[in-house]
């Protein structure tokens, strides 16, 4: 039996969190590809990823829209909210550390940097499974432990991407950059661990 199976049918809300993970997935993936091109138009894969951004903005007020016209949702109307505004915020990060490439002019990705876009795009991928499935959860446990692994693989690297940016860098203004690029990497890898904990505290109020 469904988690939510006892309530009417009011399930746009899954269908809707599902597309944003799906646009949270791809924002990751195009930024993996904007950190490993070497030859790369950076401006073409960040527009690519501002896109994904409005759309997810979208979703998001669709999300509020609906709330205020649902009678009954399959879930807290809190939780719905808090989640589709942290799903979004996932994106609007994404975007940050892409626009911030740009802004800063920065032309040699670091190693720390592709390994951050790599921890991103799998923890956005294991978002989506979980995703859906949540209105008849399976194997969300596992992912979920998955996440949290990741996130801890996110602090490792920011940590040692701080460390030698401080002892190696000698140039004031790249130390700046970069340090702004790595905070922006690590707050969306913060962000994916923080959907998964409403996400589980969703499922806890529901079993």
Known sequence: MGLFNFLPKEEQYF?????MTVYISDAARTLMEMLSDKDADYKEYSQRIKGL?????????????RLNKSFITPFDREDIYTMSTALDDIVDLIDDAARA????????????????ADVI??????????VSTLKRPKNVTQRLVE??????????IYHAAIAELFHDAHDPLTVLKWKEVYEKLE??????????NIIESIIIKHT
């Open 101 to 116: 490439i740009i802004i800063f002019d920065v032309h040699e990705i670091t190693d720390y940097a592709r390994d951050f």
């Open 15 to 19: 269908d809707l969190f599902i597309q």
């Open 187 to 196: 707050a969306a890898v913060d962000r994916c661990e923080n959907v998964a």
């Open 53 to 65: 951004e409005h759309a997810c903005d979208e979703l998001t007020h669709s999300v509020a829209t």
């Open 147 to 156: 996440i949290h692994r990741l996130e801890n693989e996110g602090d490792d």
């Open 121 to 130: 795009e799998r923890m956005a991928d294991q978002l989506k499974e979980i």
